[in-house]
């Protein structure tokens, strides 16, 4: 679905829940931001500069990191090793072996799979792949970072953990956006909604005002 | 293996040593952008011809050997970055039939444009030895075995893995994948130039359109997946295998028929043992140890 005309800031620190019906454009607007798509008109900015046509690996450099809806693990490779090649590469490259090892070894402590770090990535299920994409994400050691619908496909228990970990990395103060379809979660981690529906921005408010908007309301019930 | 010419000077061993040699050389090569960088290149022979042929002219020209075999992998490493800006706006199966094209190309052209075979001189005739060919392919196996090793080691080849398994991901965390493609084929088409080049320095007598024959495609490719694709001994333990086989069989059957028998095979490890006959020893030990301990 294409995006429109759509206007958005985000600052510093802030947690921007994006949500919309399915094809209302969500994940373009990811695929744009993170360099997968080039805009045919309008510009991107991070941090005050240009970004706008960049291809995915120096939009990744510069600081934005992102994750995939469906998951995209290096199949073969142990999810240290998923780990590994975004502390080599990113934003903040550690060539040394041992030292991002070391690194990589705190994240996936932090990201819950510490147990599974010698694990082969295809052997994960489906909430441990969910982790892996944002471990490996962190690893690039993002300011800003798009998470497109961790929670989806999800048990609740899962969901309530994973929630817990996309508000912990809120709270370290990295800036994040995050797609979500399960509407429980995303009220309760972000401090701005806003809504897309055909490629275009409905609402944009603190999340008690967005959820009593009418366009909003109309966009997902019809009417 | 220094020692081998100072053990025995039969013929037959040392010819079935250099070809060993020179295969490992060829597939390894083919490993670096098949094996490791996951980009299933088919038109590895157009940089062994080019190799092999700027090699041998310039070194029958008069030019000292080493000094034609760099010649020849530097061009086929330059060829490669040009040829590697289009093909690799294509993947998988595109890039597999985009190389074969272009090295189908390069074959034609020199078969129409150098008809004549090219056959040594008498003066180096009369002298031909096979042990200076014997060490020049252990140095330069040598050489490519080791860079391959130090590649598997490295932050560039885990770069070049992290294209193999997942690209759209290598790209978001910051993999410059076409840089890291582009670099992985020049160093495969290098390696790829001097296996033409050791080759060249071996045979006596060839047809330039010869060297850009698929079969040196298609011999590295099966030696690669058989022996075991994107590992150090894999390619090795397939070379060996391969010789082996091609040597064995020219006694028993007509010519070309070991083509057929490692196709057979090809297929047999490709559908059964993915991953090679290097697979197979830990599977046995496994089996083996499994037999002692039932329970």
Same mark, same amino acid.
């Given at each position: 679905?294409?995006?429109?005309?759509?206007?958005?800031?985000?600052?510093?620190?802030?947690?921007?829940?994006?949500?919309?019906?399915?094809?209302?454009?969500?994940?373009?607007?990811?695929?744009?931001?993170?360099?997968?798509?080039?805009?045919?008109?309008?510009?991107?900015n991070?941090?005050?500069k240009?970004?706008?046509?960049?291809?995915?690996?120096?939009?990744?450099?510069?600081?934005?990191a992102?994750?995939?809806?469906?998951?995209?693990?290096?199949a073969?490779?142990?999810?240290?090793?998923?780990?590994?090649?975004?502390?080599?590469?990113?934003?903040?490259?550690?060539?040394?072996?041992?030292?991002?090892?070391?690194?990589?070894?705190?994240?996936?402590?932090?990201?819950?799979?510490?147990?599974?770090?010698?694990?082969?990535?295809?052997?994960?299920?489906?909430?441990?792949?969910?982790?892996?994409?944002?471990?490996?994400?962190?690893?690039?050691?993002?300011?800003?970072?798009?998470?497109?619908?961790?929670?989806?496909?999800?048990?609740?228990?899962?969901?309530?953990?994973?929630?817990?970990?996309?508000?912990?990395?809120?709270?370290?103060?990295?800036?994040?956006?995050?797609?979500?379809?399960?509407?429980?979660?995303?009220?309760?981690?972000?401090?701005?909604?806003?809504?897309?529906?055909?490629?275009?921005?409905?609402?944009?408010?603190?999340?008690?005002?967005?959820?009593?908007?009418?366009?909003?309301?109309?966009?997902?019930?019809?009417? | 293996?220094?020692?081998?010419?100072?053990?025995?000077?039969?013929?037959?061993?040392?010819?079935?040593?250099?070809?060993?040699?020179?295969?490992?050389?060829?597939?390894?090569?083919?490993?670096?952008?098949?094996?490791?960088?996951?980009?299933?290149?088919?038109?590895?022979?157009?940089?062994?011809?080019?190799?092999?042929?700027?090699?041998?002219?310039?070194?029958l020209?008069?030019?000292?050997?080493f000094?034609?075999?760099?010649?020849?992998?530097?061009?086929?490493?330059?060829?490669?970055?040009?040829?590697?800006?289009?093909?690799?706006?294509?993947?998988?199966?595109?890039f597999?039939?985009?190389?074969?094209?272009?090295?189908?190309?390069?074959?034609?052209i020199?078969?129409?444009?150098?008809?004549?075979?090219?056959?040594?001189?008498?003066?180096?005739?009369?002298?031909?030895?096979?042990?200076?060919?014997?060490?020049?392919?252990?140095?330069?196996?040598?050489?490519?075995?080791?860079?391959?090793?130090?590649?598997?080691?490295?932050?560039?080849?885990?770069?070049?893995?992290?294209?193999?398994?997942e690209?759209?991901?290598?790209?978001?965390?910051?993999?410059?994948?076409?840089?890291?493609?582009?670099?992985?084929?020049?160093?495969?088409?290098?390696?790829?130039?001097?296996?033409?080049?050791?080759?060249t320095?071996?045979?006596?007598?060839?047809?330039?359109?010869?060297?850009?024959?698929?079969?040196?495609?298609?011999?590295?490719?099966?030696?690669?997946?058989?022996?075991?694709?994107?590992?150090?001994?894999?390619?090795? *333990?397939?070379?060996?295998? $391969?010789?082996? +086989?091609?040597?064995?069989?020219?006694?028993? %059957? #007509? @010519? =070309? *028929?070991?083509?057929?028998? $490692?196709?057979? +095979?090809?297929?047999?490890?490709?559908?059964? %043992? #993915? @991953? =090679?006959?290097?697979?197979?020893?830990p599977?046995?030990?496994?089996?083996?140890?499994?037999?002692?301990? #039932?329970?």
């Amino acid at each position: 679905m294409a995006i429109r005309d759509l206007g958005l800031t985000v600052n510093e620190g802030e947690i921007v829940g994006l949500i919309g019906p399915n094809g209302s454009g969500k994940t373009t607007l990811f695929n744009l931001i993170s360099g997968f798509l080039r805009p045919e008109r309008g510009e991107i900015n991070f941090d005050k500069k240009d970004i706008t046509g960049l291809k995915p690996n120096k939009i990744c450099k510069i600081g934005i990191a992102r994750t995939f809806q469906l998951t995209k693990p290096f199949a073969h490779m142990t999810s240290l090793q998923n780990v590994m090649i975004g502390r080599a590469y990113g934003s903040d490259p550690v060539r040394n072996k041992r030292q991002a090892k070391k690194d990589c070894e705190r994240i996936l402590e932090f990201t819950g799979l510490a147990g599974k770090s010698h694990s082969v990535a295809a052997t994960l299920g489906l909430a441990e792949r969910k982790r892996l994409e944002i471990a490996r994400a962190l690893a690039t050691k993002p300011r800003l970072l798009l998470l497109d619908e961790m929670m989806s496909g999800l048990t609740p228990a899962e969901t309530e953990s994973t929630m817990r970990l996309v508000k912990a990395i809120g709270d370290s103060g990295m800036t994040l956006i995050v797609v979500e379809h399960v509407m429980k979660a995303i009220l309760k981690i972000s401090s701005r909604l806003m809504v897309l529906n055909y490629g275009e921005k409905i609402a944009d408010g603190s999340p008690e005002e967005v959820v009593r908007d009418k366009k909003v309301i109309k966009a997902y019930l019809g009417k | 293996m220094v020692l081998v010419p100072l053990i025995t000077r039969r013929d037959d061993v040392l010819t079935w040593l250099c070809l060993t040699l020179q295969y490992i050389i060829l597939s390894h090569s083919w490993n670096i952008i098949g094996g490791y960088a996951g980009q299933r290149s088919l038109g590895h022979a157009a940089f062994f011809g080019l190799g092999a042929l700027i090699a041998r002219y310039l070194w029958l020209s008069g030019l000292p050997l080493f000094l034609g075999l760099l010649a020849g992998a530097s061009t086929a490493a330059i060829f490669a970055i040009i040829i590697g800006f289009p093909t690799f706006r294509m993947r998988g199966i595109y890039f597999a039939i985009g190389t074969l094209v272009l090295a189908e190309i390069l074959r034609i052209i020199f078969e129409t444009t150098l008809p004549q075979a090219s056959v040594f001189p008498t003066r180096l005739l009369a002298t031909y030895n096979l042990v200076p060919r014997y060490y020049l392919s252990l140095l330069i196996a040598g050489l490519t075995v080791a860079t391959v090793y130090w590649i598997s080691h490295s932050t560039l080849g885990l770069g070049m893995i992290s294209i193999r398994e997942e690209q759209d991901a290598a790209e978001a965390s910051g993999v410059d994948t076409l840089r890291h493609k582009l670099l992985a084929f020049a160093i495969s088409s290098f390696f790829a130039g001097l296996a033409g080049g050791v080759f060249t320095y071996y045979a006596a007598a060839l047809r330039p359109g010869q060297m850009f024959e698929p079969v040196w495609t298609f011999d590295a490719v099966v030696i690669v997946f058989v022996g075991g694709v994107g590992t150090i001994s894999g390619p090795i *333990i397939g070379a060996v295998f $391969f010789v082996l +086989l091609k040597q064995l069989l020219s006694i028993y %059957l #007509p @010519g =070309g *028929i070991h083509i057929l028998v $490692f196709g057979v +095979l090809f297929i047999i490890v490709v559908l059964f %043992l #993915p @991953g =090679g006959l290097i697979k197979l020893m830990p599977k046995l030990r496994k089996r083996i140890s499994r037999g002692r301990h #039932p329970y």
